[in-house]
């Protein structure tokens, strides 16, 4: 709990008095990790059963009781996902410790997305033929460009987010904080830097075995100061998940029911599913089937986009005797190519 009241008291301390809200500031760390969550339509806020859990819900790290891993296991998650064909690399790696096993845990995890091969044309007078001098290309007016595109270089786009995890278990649930950190690299040497906190909590057996997990995102907002001198502000969010394990005792198998509700207020409207006025909130759905703990069989929405995966386990892998679970998903949008995210957990 001490952890908690320190890493909020320093987010507010950080936060500048002066800044302007970006809806989509920080967008790169929506994408979150792991295939198994994406293949569930991202709906795994009251999963949080793995390493993962330090970007889904940190107040999963408090113990894993999962098929994968016991509670004084340590996980490490590995994912490489290409988003709509091969245009952004998407990566995430993940590393999640028991302190007192099956009552608390810590985890650090590395978030990057980097786009590569873009071309940078600073533009400059006489650059465009025939201009009207309002410095914008129109070949529908008879403009035409006085330049070879191939005589400038190439330059990426970097973004990184490190969060540095830790859960315990309380009387009523689980609680947990991570403090991630945020640098964006951008075109023409521009960068930015934030610091953010997100809050969760997970509590199973309420009714039954349905377990409720929340997720306060950017708890305090988060700031993010641009080189240039710009700041943008990344507005707190609250995801709610419900999930649900039916064992199928015949089959030797579990089938896992989860559903996220994501609740914003940073006026997205019409981006978002459903939006009253400032207010909106996006769904995502999912469902896992697991077979004799051997085989996983996953699928979802995510925002009303179809999902779908499998995974597969194996234990007492290697000379290690480590436990391996390696998933597969793939995200189907209507106007982008699909995306593709494969993963590796391991467990010891």
Not at 16 to 31: I, Q
Not at 38 to 63: C, K, S
Request: hydrophobic share 45%; aromatic share 12%.
């Amino acid at each position: 709990m001490r952890f908690l009241v320190v890493t909020l008291c320093l987010a507010i301390l950080v936060l500048p008095a002066e800044s302007r809200g970006g809806k989509y500031a920080g967008e790169f760390m929506a994408l979150g990790g792991g295939a198994r969550a994406m293949a569930m339509g991202g709906a795994f806020t009251a999963i949080a059963d793995d390493a993962t859990a330090i970007f889904w819900n940190p107040a999963g790290l408090a113990g894993f009781p999962s098929f994968l891993a016991a509670p004084d296991a340590w996980e490490i998650a590995l994912m490489h996902s290409e988003r709509f064909g091969d245009l952004i690399d998407y990566n995430y790696i993940s590393a999640a410790f028991p302190l007192n096993p099956g009552k608390s845990g810590w985890g650090v995890s590395l978030i990057h997305m980097g786009i590569g091969d873009i071309r940078v044309i600073p533009m400059s007078p006489g650059m465009i033929g025939n201009s009207d001098g309002d410095e914008i290309f129109e070949p529908d007016q008879d403009e035409f460009l006085n330049f070879d595109y191939r005589d400038f270089g190439m330059e990426n786009v970097n973004d990184y987010a490190i969060f540095l995890s830790y859960a315990q278990v309380m009387r009523l649930g689980s609680a947990g904080a991570s403090v991630k950190l945020i640098r964006n690299d951008q075109i023409a040497g521009v960068s930015s830097f934030g610091i953010g906190i997100d809050v969760g909590f997970l509590a199973r057996d309420l009714w039954r075995d349905l377990i409720v997990g929340v997720k306060l995102q950017d708890a305090t907002g988060t700031c993010i100061s641009w080189s240039t001198g710009t700041k943008e502000f990344i507005y707190p969010s609250l995801k709610v998940g419900l999930a649900y394990p039916i064992p199928l005792k015949e089959m030797h198998s579990m089938l896992l029911l989860a559903v996220d509700g994501d609740f914003r207020f940073e006026n997205r409207q019409d981006m978002s599913q459903f939006w009253i006025g400032r207010n909106s909130s996006d769904f995502h759905f999912g469902a896992e089937l697991i077979i004799r703990e051997l085989v996983a069989l996953r699928g979802g929405l995510d925002m009303g986009r179809p999902t779908a995966g499998a995974g597969f386990i194996l234990r007492d892998f290697g000379p290690w005797n480590v436990t391996m679970g390696v998933d597969y998903a793939l995200l189907h949008h209507d106007e982008f190519d699909t995306t593709h995210r494969i993963s590796l957990l391991l467990a010891h």
